[in-house]
Antibody, heavy 125, light 107 residues
Framework: QVQLQESGPGLVKPSETLSLTCTVS??????????WSWIRQPPGKGLEWIGYVFYSGSTNYNPSLKSRVTISVDTSKNQFSLRLISVTAADTAVYYC?????????????????WGKGSTVTVSS | DIQLTQSPSFLSASVGDSVTITCRPSQGISSYLAWYQQKPGKAPKLLIYAASTLQSGVPSRFSGSGSGTEFTLTISSLQPEDFATYYC?????????FGQGTKVEIK
């Protein structure tokens, strides 16, 4: 079955750039049936959708982060990545990558059915 | 952005109880709603999509209903492994948003 695994630094300094990669195994990031997403969860808080990328490279971002975030896909490596610039302590969170699929029945009913285990990122000097 | 308000935020129940969690969007979203379960230190797990469709492998004691501006997640007979935090998510529009969560604890 499809599995996702996040990787990247666990500690980032304020004002620097957070970079994470999600490696897809058991499936292909080039599938036209899925969107590849990033979601984060600050300590003790709820879930926040960051955005997603399609295999073609098209993206959709949360407006609250849009000026600082880039999500990209590398089909040759079967990976997709998150880049968040100018981080502050407020960006400290567990970052999850996830696959967003859909069910069509008179409309596209999307859902996130496969998740990585999460990567804890702390922003601190 | 569409805001999702879950109630209650915290629920204490016993094994075997039937529990219901409500999710109310700030505007109508037809049936574009999913439910997730999250246990401490783990990633969320998809339970239900399209408001009422059970994800493959999820026990039938979980059920979802509703449309528009009110949705419910019901666990018909609470099992020890069901004690967790539950989130609703709207997929009607961007940005995707989640409810604040409902924590179900053992009484």
């Amino acid at each position: 079955q499809v599995q996702l695994q996040e990787s990247g630094p666990g500690l980032v300094k304020p004002s620097e750039t957070l970079s994470l990669t999600c490696t897809v195994s058991g499936g292909s990031v080039s599938s036209g049936s899925y969107y590849w997403s990033w979601i984060r969860q600050p300590p003790g808080k709820g879930l926040e959708w960051i955005g997603y990328v399609f295999y073609s490279g098209s993206t959709n971002y949360n407006p609250s982060l849009k000026s600082r975030v880039t999500i990209s896909v590398d089909t040759s490596k079967n990976q997709f990545s998150l880049r968040l610039i100018s981080v502050t302590a407020a960006d400290t969170a567990v970052y999850y990558c996830a696959r967003e699929g859909y069910y069509y029945a008179s409309g596209y009913y999307y859902y996130m059915d496969v998740w990585g285990k999460g990567s804890t990122v702390t922003v601190s000097s | 952005d569409i805001q999702l308000t879950q109630s209650p935020s915290f629920l204490s129940a016993s094994v075997g109880d039937s529990v219901t969690i409500t999710c109310r969007p700030s505007q109508g979203i037809s049936s574009y709603l999913a439910w997730y379960q999250q246990k401490p230190g783990k990633a969320p797990k998809l339970l239900i999509y399209a408001a009422s469709t059970l994800q493959s492998g999820v026990p039938s004691r979980f059920s979802g209903s509703g449309s528009g501006t009110e949705f419910t997640l019901t666990i018909s007979s609470l099992q020890p492994e069901d004690f967790a935090t539950y989130y609703c998510q709207q997929v009607n529009s961007f940005p995707r948003t989640f409810g604040q969560g409902t924590k179900v604890e053992i009484k």
